[in-house]
């Protein structure tokens, strides 16, 4: 099979998806919010400016309001409040098939009567696209994702990453400005998943339009977004690129759902201010912080306060520090081990490469940690927002992006 970029190398024939790629697709929700016939408030007052050719992934728990926030977008939902604009026009009133976007769904039922040339070839026969150019841009659909040897086949003579890529091309003959997905992989095995995943990137660079893509798996997030939009019970947490969210998480829901394995939380944590200097105090340890962190806090004129403190696994570092925990499981991986240790009442998960190895850490074992401070993650007990990085203007704005310093 040749790859995407071999073929793009050769040169495809003319037109077709890449001649889109003069055209702007911008993608502005303002406001929008979806209170369904029940009264259940689905989404609540989401903003958000999706630049033209971005990838956008919306992503978070279930029934967090990602797919209505995508359906209100494809106009298969109406908008109960708000404004939607795609290139600049008010479409909260425009019918779904004059809006030039094209949605892919996790059921993503082809015609199982037709060939696979006849599925991707409807919906510019029902457009009464001349004979012609369907022959055409279908052919030219099939060549990019790789699906030529199956245009006379049925989709139940096809595996389920074959039918996939058949509900894209379906899509992708439209020329959609706007590609719209909904857990498109959720149904693939892992290996399968992963494939398309990779095969998604190609074809975005191939294609070059603006997607909004919705998932519920933090790792799709990362690898695909430019930018990543978390939601929570209709509300977005915070937007911003897949480095941003890790690092910087706004908030202890954001710091928990993105990253894996999840960040390690220690409850009743305090953050302290002596002598002109933050400490935080975690268990027995007692950590001056970054001079970053020092800034930050002073410009944010915090208090000492109850913090929970957040560090990655991959972040701590064992052998040194006064943090000290008894190893329970230990997961050799080769390049990295993962251990699961008990410090008191915590529990707490490590990453550590092998070459960094230089104590006992079987199971059993008692070892020292710590981790770097400018890493340590601080949340204040009472709101979950973090210290450094909750940006008060935009969360109230309703478009949550981390907090910018100019030191
Ligand atoms: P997600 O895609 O994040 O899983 P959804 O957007 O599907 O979430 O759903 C958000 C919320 O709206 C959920 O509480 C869900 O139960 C509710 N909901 C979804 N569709 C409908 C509907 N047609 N009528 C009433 N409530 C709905």
Redesign the pocket.
Known sequence: MRSIPERMARGSPGGGPAARANAMSEVLLKGLKKV???G?T??HDVNLAIKDKEFIVLV??????????L?MVAGLEEISEGELYIDGRLCNNVEPKDRDIAMVFQSYALYPHMTVYDNMAFALKLKKVPKAEIDKKVKEVAAILDITQYLNRKPKALSGGQRQRVAIGRAMVRDPKVFLMDEPLSNLDAKLRNQMRAEIIKLRQRINTTFMY?T?DQTEAMTLGDRIVI?KD?FVNQIGTPVEVFDKPVNLFVAGFIGMPVMNFFDNCKLLYENDTYYVQIRNAKIKLDDFQQKALKQNNQPACDIVCGIRPQHISVGEGDLVATIEVNEMLGSEVNLHARSDADEVVMVIPTVDLTVDVSQGATVNFTTQPKLIQMFDKATGNNLVWYDADSANANAPVCKSYDF
Do not use: E, F, N
């Open positions: 369904y016939d029940g259940v689905a989404v978070g728990p279930s029934g967090c309001g990602k797919s209505t926030t359906r919705v519920h939601m209709g």
